[in-house]
């Protein structure tokens, strides 16, 4: 085990570090730190203050190689700072990036962890409960529904919920947020149920296959045989059973509960960390894209490598070799 | 399915919480709540320059001049000096300006004063404080935008330059404390203390606009101890992301994001001590014309400020916020060009609107949007001479700058008839530009006299070729442009769109290689001179990279702007103002399309509301009404439940029989 361990975690690193290759490639080499710096400082800027922006930076070494110091080019910049997480400012307004991604921690995850936490839940019980009248007329509705809930983009729950809920019911503030414990629930409760809504098609679609595909197998048969109640079945047999499909599925979103929901967030106007994204493009903010880039492909390393492990757990015939 | 309907449960639960986007405590708290579109970009007075940075500046720190809240025409009235200085004259054309300041004035307390080590949070506002702002200013590292205009102190450039060279040349002077640097390169000539609360500005020759400067944030005084603790290392905020001035609201909270606080400043001056009925620190008693009818003087001599907080929401999308504003919790609107139609009727408030108890504020910005010709192009220009001049009248005649209003923002702006937006010293109110009427039929006529009759150039035989030259490639920007060449078409002229980008169309400019553009200019300073200087020989663009876009240089106008740029308002700088009005209405290097009008939409109950085009102290002179709120509030937001039963019941209904017949099967 520890030597998958280790061969797994190689082949992460080797990912992880060609995306810095790539994002230096496109982030210093095509869009050039001159531009970036024109974009930050404005047409009217002199040449002096450029300078001395690309300066404070570290925008003015060489990109590749430097005969004096041979580290001290932009591309080992690059990989020192994204390798020790010191993510230098912000390229828009010198906020400190490390700073910005603390304070947009805690918005993302009181979004993305009720939405886990309620979701997965709620489209396992809908999907156990379709599969269970499978070839009834709940089943088949209820297909219906879910390809229908999946074909709608979220864009269009998102302007949906906000008019309905939001404007026409008054339910909830139609966006924004706060972290006052006494109001924070009343900002959570749009986002949460419009994205409860946008992705539970598709999850239930997919689990009631699972499970579908489950009640078919022999055990199923034999558990019935020895007497089993239907609801028996379903929980104690059927649901273990197919506990790999749904690892795979939950385990891998796990670590982008950090990077937050970008369409949510931005629409919604939660500072997370999802819409620092979105800003950061906008802005022409290179650094801290760079940063968003980074840390998504590490979760996303950091992903597989959980849900390899949780496949061992939920199924002891998987070895990790 | 019970987990199903637990969290309906839960939903409807959570709904009878209500949309109150405000934690209850505040409901009967002086709160003051606005959007902002975008956050600043920073907080350093000397180097901000948006309408988004001077927002929260303009309250937070002071300046030693400020404009009258009320009275149009702008007039400067004493902030942090004890009166408007008049300037006197020295040996060699130079003129001094003496400021005396307030005493008793103190910084907002902060960390920052703990800085010498005695442990006192903050001191009193001196001279050198005003100094030191001005002098950040020169200072390279800085980078402020308006050193131009400054560089008229004596010595103020020089002093940059002396600290730019100490920081390159000597080792460790970069590292010293930034009062210790200015201290060695200094001093400023122009910049006497002749005792701790006097400030003497010496200009190199007279400007007399400076002191409308002295009422813009770039002036407001700074506290060495900020920039110095402020530096963005070991965990501190970087001095672009605080603020520390002695304004009547101070920074509550600062997060870009989503969220800025202001609160009411207990060290402000006016606070402690309203006796003194500091006029910047005192609601005025006189106001311009109907401000008595819209229940503006209704405050009048009270001191200020009545609010306890400003708090500030992103929203970075305008229909949301107009409908939380609607909702009743923003406290005044910017209006959609959406949701127009709904707010405004006839230029007044639709009925529906009106009967919520809504004001419409209306006021024309201190600012002008222009169609330029290119004055030193060979077929539009001064170089076609006597054909170029009626080119030029014959396109101006063609563009109805009132139907461009009305198609393109909701006739939100007044047709311009000259450079001079309303509320400045020279406009005038009854004068119609001959060549500002829309009229085809002169057009056409001028057209033929000047050779090119039905719009076609005799020598090429075809219809006049021209080019509008832009570095705006949005959808919008391209109707806009539009407008005007379908406008030329009528009278058979072929002007084609070059939409380059910005960049590309900077360097054309910077070559002279364009003919017509679409420009406008917001006015720094409430003075005439701001205008008019945009038609200047000296300022030309292609020449000298100044704002004079159109390269329009007139000997006649240059000599009438010398005689009134330095005077006082007086009927002699009237009629030179006149004068230069004539001669731009025969040359037409302007087509002057109109002065934007902001429409804003106010709750009943804020008070004290009076839109200005400047960057103003605006906030401590509005009030608000929190119990006519909550009141207006309950009854706007009743939420509507019904739906979550109906859509739970629709649910179990038709899981229902399924259930049955599974149960039947069982059995």
């Known amino acids: ?321 | 399915m019970r987990r199903l309907a637990a969290s309906l449960l839960l939903a409807i639960a959570a709904a009878s919480c209500g949309n109150d986007p405000y934690p209850d405590a505040d409901a009967s708290a002086r709160i003051l709540y606005v959007p902002f579109q975008e956050p600043p970009k920073t907080l350093d007075p000397q180097v901000a320059y948006s309408v988004y940075d001077h927002e929260i500046l303009s309250n937070v720190y002071e300046t030693l001049l400020e404009y009258h809240y009320l009275k149009r025409p702008y007039q400067l009235i004493p902030g942090l000096a004890l009166e408007v200085p008049k300037p006197r004259a020295l040996a060699g054309g130079r003129v001094a300006y003496r400021f005396e300041l307030r005493r008793g004035v103190r910084f907002a307390s902060d960390a920052c004063f703990a800085f010498d080590g005695d442990g006192a949070t903050q001191r009193e506002l001196v001279a050198s404080d005003v100094a030191f702002g001005l002098m950040r200013i020169a200072d390279p590292k800085v980078g402020s935008p308006v050193i131009e205009t400054f560089a008229r102190i004596a010595g103020l450039r020089a002093f940059g330059e002396r600290l730019a060279k100490l920081r390159e040349s000597e080792a460790g002077f970069a590292a010293l404390r930034i009062d210790e640097q200015y201290a060695r390169a200094g001093p400023v000539e122009g910049l006497r203390i002749p005792d701790p609360h006097a400030l003497e500005v010496v200009l190199d020759a007279p400007y007399p606009q400076i002191l409308y400067w002295f009422a813009m944030p770039f002036t407001a005084p700074v506290p060495w101890e900020a920039v110095a603790w402020y530096d963005g290392r070991e965990g501190r905020d970087a001095f672009a992301e605080v603020a520390v001035g002695t304004g009547p609201f101070r920074l509550a909270r600062y997060d870009k994001r989503s969220r800025i606080a202001l609160e009411r400043n207990p060290d402000w001056y006016g606070s402690r001590h309203p006796e003194w009925e500091a006029p910047a620190a005192t609601y005025p008693s006189e106001g311009a014309t109907g401000d008595a009818e819209r229940g503006l003087l209704s405050a009048a001599g009270r001191p200020l400020p009545f609010l306890d907080r400003v708090e500030l929401r992103l929203e970075k999308e305008q229909i949301p916020a107009f409908t939380k504003f609607l909702q009743g919790y923003y406290d005044r609107s910017r209006i959609p060009k959406e949701s127009f139609d709904q707010a405004v009727r006839e230029g007044g408030l639709s009925p529906a609107m009106a009967s919520l108890g809504m004001r419409l504020e209306r006021s024309v910005q201190p600012a002008v949007y222009y169609l330029g010709f290119n004055m030193i192009d060979p077929v539009v220009g001064r170089p076609a001479g006597e054909r170029g001049r009626k080119l030029r009248q014959a396109m101006s005649l063609a563009i109805d700058a009132g139907e461009f209003l009305r198609v393109f923002v909701n006739g939100r702006g007044i047709p311009a008839q000259s450079p001079i937006p309303p509320g400045i010293f020279g406009y005038d109110d009854d004068y119609r530009n001959p060549y500002r009427l829309p009229d085809l039929e002169r057009a056409r006529r001028l057209l033929a006299e000047a050779g090119y009759p039905g719009g076609v150039d005799p020598e090429s035989g075809a219809p006049l070729h021209l080019s509008f030259d832009t570095g705006d490639t949005s959808v919008q920007g391209r109707l806009r442009y539009q407008f005007f060449i379908d406008a030329w078409q009528r009278l058979g002229l072929d002007v084609q769109l070059a939409a380059t980008t910005y960049n590309q169309f900077q360097s054309k400019v910077r070559n002279g290689a364009y003919q017509i553009f679409f420009w406008g200019w917001v006015a720094d300073y409430p003075d005439p001179e701001n205008f008019l200087f945009l038609l200047a020989a000296e300022m030309s663009q292609t020449h000298s990279g100044g704002p004079n876009t159109a390269n329009f240089a007139d000997p006649d106008y240059d000599a009438l702007f010398r005689q009134i740029k330095d005077r006082e308002n007086d009927a002699r700088r009237l009629e030179g103002i006149r004068a230069m009005r004539e001669i731009l209405e025969r040359e037409r290097p302007w087509i002057e399309l109109f002065h934007p009008e902001d429409y804003a939409l106010v709750h009943a109950w804020l008070h004290g509301m009076k839109p200005s085009g400047l960057a103003v102290p605006v906030w401590k002179y509005q009030d608000v009404d929190p119990a006519l709120r909550a009141a207006e509030r309950s009854a706007w937001n009743r939420p509507v439940r019904w739906p979550a039963y109906a859509l739970a019941g629709a649910l179990i209904a038709f899981a229902l029989p399924g259930f049955r017949s599974w149960r039947r099967e069982r059995q």
């Open chain 1, 1 to 321: 085990v520890a030597r998958w361990l280790l061969r797994r975690t190689a082949w992460g690193a080797a990912t992880v570090l060609g995306v810095l290759l790539f994002l230096f490639l496109l982030f210093f080499v095509y869009a050039k730190p001159q531009d970036v710096a024109r974009r930050a400082l404005g047409e009217k800027a002199p040449p002096e203050v450029i300078a001395q922006w690309l300066a404070n930076h570290g925008y003015d070494k060489p990109a590749f190689w430097n005969p004096a110091h041979p580290l001290d080019t932009m591309l080992a910049d690059h990989y020192r700072r994204m390798l020790t997480f010191d993510f230098g400012k912000s390229d828009a307004d010198d906020v400190p990036i490390a700073k910005r991604l603390r304070h947009g921690v805690g918005p993302s995850l009181s979004l993305t962890v009720p939405l886990f936490l309620l979701g997965l839940p709620l489209a396992l019980a809908l999907a156990l409960g379709v599969a269970f009248f499978r070839d009834s007329y709940i089943d088949r509705v209820g297909v219906v529904a879910c390809v229908l809930a999946m074909s709608v983009s979220m864009l269009i729950y998102i302007l949906a919920g906000q008019y309905l809920i939001g404007r026409l019911l008054r339910w909830f503030p139609i966006s924004g947020f706060d972290p006052d414990p006494s109001v924070i629930a009343r900002f959570v409760a749009l986002p949460l149920l419009v994205g409860l809504l946008a992705g539970v098609g598709s999850e239930v679609r997919f689990y009631r296959a699972v499970f579908v595909e489950e009640t078919g197998r022999d055990y199923v048969r034999t558990a019935r045989a020895k007497g089993a109640g239907d609801g028996r079945v379903m929980a104690r047999h059927v649901l273990p059973n197919a506990a790999i499909p749904i690892l795979t599925n939950a385990v891998m979103e796990i670590p982008f509960l950090f990077t937050g929901a970008i369409l949510l967030e931005s629409f919604f106007g939660i500072p997370g960390l999802g819409s620092i994204t979105v800003d950061a493009i906008n802005a022409n903010d290179f650094a801290t894209l760079r940063v968003m880039v980074y840390l998504g492909a590490l979760l996303f390393v950091a992903g597989q490598i959980a849900t390899d492990v949780a496949y061992t757990l939920a199924d002891p015939r998987v070895r990790l070799e």
